[in-house]
């Protein structure tokens, strides 16, 4: 790589970082406000809380990655135009073509970083984080691969999964006496929870220990009165913005399969595709919406109106998708169409300068 084009690699990617850790530092602390309240609640302390909001880092960085790329090369560049750089890097031989080179190089590298935080690091994160907290406060319940597990007075239960219409899957419970020896098991295919608390479920063997014998029972339907609250089984319920592109595939085949809404789901997989493209759009972005040079305009109010824009990008998809959910628009139009019309004003503004 060429000195120039590795100079202004450079600078851009240094102003993207600092922009998101003061990004970052804003939202942990907008974290630490709403999380305080919850100091006490159980065993949330606040070495807990502050585990919790350091684990929330990697998916922050995800979502903000475009907005910080964004407000990096303004800041890079507006630096640049000051120092009259972008005047001298132009008439040394760097024709636009050039300069669009250099800045889907730096996009790409930070397309790149998006991708693996998206896919690898914040699903992870983010699902140890909310086991972390749930446990905390309730610490009569524990997550992990197997489902929730829940102590409930002389039982143990284990709900393998919940599905968005709140019905419970993979269900087992074991039950023992005071001195703690299984006396009875059970499990059932499903069940759904009444609002008074009450399971009904459905394909039930139970397996009762008397002496040395085990009497075994069938059931296609039947009640069960649990003193677990409803919003215990929340945890279950893996919000979609907080899956990785790979699980959301699986996750949509197996709702397809029960018979369940993929909308959402879909949504969210459409925008994870093209969410590191997005980064790309915004590296362009600001070379369009910044002057070439101190004399073309005012620096201050350029950099104010591309951070406002950034901002209006960062909201723009979840409002996508929400009139998507609404109106019935298709999901790859609602995930796509915020980065599409980003791209194209990026190309008019650029086509824009060129022939001024």
């Known amino acids: 790589m060429k000195t120039i084009p590795r100079y202004l690699i450079r600078q851009l990617s240094v102003m993207s970082l600092y922009a998101m850790f003061a990004l970052l530092a804003l939202y942990s602390f907008f974290d630490i406000v709403a999380e305080a309240g919850s100091i006490g609640e159980g065993g949330y302390t606040a070495g807990k809380m502050a585990q919790y909001i350091l684990l929330q880092i990697p998916d922050h960085a995800y979502q903000l990655m475009p907005l910080a790329v964004l407000i990096g090369s303004l800041l890079a560049l507006s630096r640049l135009a000051a120092n009259s750089e972008l005047t001298v890097i132009k008439t040394s031989g760097m024709s ?10 730096f996009g790409l590298i930070f397309a790149t970083a998006t991708a693996l935080l998206g896919e690898l690091a914040a699903p992870a994160a983010n699902r140890y984080a909310e086991n972390l907290k749930t446990t905390a406060k309730n610490g009569k319940i524990s997550t992990g691969a197997e489902g929730l597990w829940i102590k409930e007075q002389n039982s143990i239960v ?18 023992h006496n005071d001195a703690f020896q299984l006396i009875e098991s059970w499990q059932a295919d499903a069940a759904t929870v009444a ?6 479920l459905e394909n039930v063997r139970r397996s009762i220990l008397g002496g040395e014998r085990v009497r075994t029972e069938r059931h296609a339907h039947e009640n069960w009165q649990a003193g677990i609250r409803s919003g215990l089984l929340d945890v279950l319920l893996v919000s979609p913005d907080q899956m990785s592109l790979a699980a959301l595939t699986a996750y949509i085949a197996h709702l397809e399969e029960n018979r369940q809404k993929t909308d959402l789901y879909r949504i969210e997989w459409w925008r994870k ?5 997005a980064t790309v759009v915004m590296a362009f972005v600001a070379f369009a919406f910044t002057p070439q040079s101190a004399r073309h305009g005012n620096m201050g109010l350029k950099l104010f109106g591309g951070i406002c824009l950034g901002l209006a990008f960062h909201f723009s998809g979840r409002l996508f998708g929400f009139t998507s959910r609404l109106y019935g628009i298709p999901p790859f139009l609602a995930a796509v169409l915020p980065t599409l019309l980003f791209a194209a004003w990026a190309v008019w503004l650029i086509r824009r300068h060129e022939v001024r």
Do not use: C, H, S
């Not at 636009?96 to 190089?105: D, E, K, S």
């Not at 419970?168 to 039950?175: C, E």
């Not at 595709?273 to 493209?277: F, G, N, Q, S, V």
């Open 195 to 200: 609002p008074d608390g009450t399971w009904r």
């Open 273 to 277: 595709l093209m969410y590191p493209a």
């Open 158 to 175: 284990n709900v393998r999964e919940m599905l968005p219409d709140q019905t419970l899957r993979g269900i087992k419970a074991f039950r």
């Open 96 to 105: 636009t073509a050039n300069l669009l080179a250099v800045f889907l190089a």
